[in-house]
Nanobody, 125 residues
Framework: QVQLAESGGGLVQTGGSLRLSCAAS????????????MGWFRQAPGKEREFVAGIDWSGRILNYANSVKGRFTISRDNAKNTVALQMNSLKPEDTAVYYC??????????????WGQGTQVTVSS
């Protein structure tokens, strides 16, 4: 069983920055963390969970929601089994619980195989 543990959430003022991290553990040795695409999603109160950013198995193909393009950057370290989301120029509308996710395949899109527990990000105006 794969576990995803997010960290780095918190309270920040408008225009500030936060860096979220997600550490993956468990699962089979092959295929491994580096074989799968990873993503970040978020859910604000009263809203559906939405895609924020995704990264393919190699780290070369990145996808972003229009609402975060140019402000957020996703990255991964396959040697450490981690994926990060650097969030800059934060806005109050970025306030949400942020979830790390592992896709079932090597590229972003399709079924999510595992979810993390989530970490709260609150942006004050």
């Amino acid at each position: 069983q794969v576990q995803l543990a997010e960290s780095g959430g918190g309270l920040v003022q408008t225009g500030g920055s936060l860096r979220l991290s997600c550490a993956a553990s468990g699962g089979a040795s092959r295929p491994s963390f580096s074989d799968y695409a990873m993503g970040w999603f978020r859910q604000a109160p009263g809203k559906e969970r939405e895609f924020v950013a995704g990264i393919d198995w190699s780290g070369r193909i990145l996808n972003y929601a229009n609402s975060v393009k140019g402000r957020f950057t996703i990255s991964r370290d396959n040697a450490k089994n981690t994926v990060a989301l650097q969030m800059n120029s934060l806005k109050p509308e970025d306030t949400a619980v942020y979830y790390c996710a592992r896709y079932r395949g090597s590229y972003v899109g399709g079924v999510i195989a595992y979810w993390g527990q989530g970490t709260q990000v609150t942006v004050s105006s």
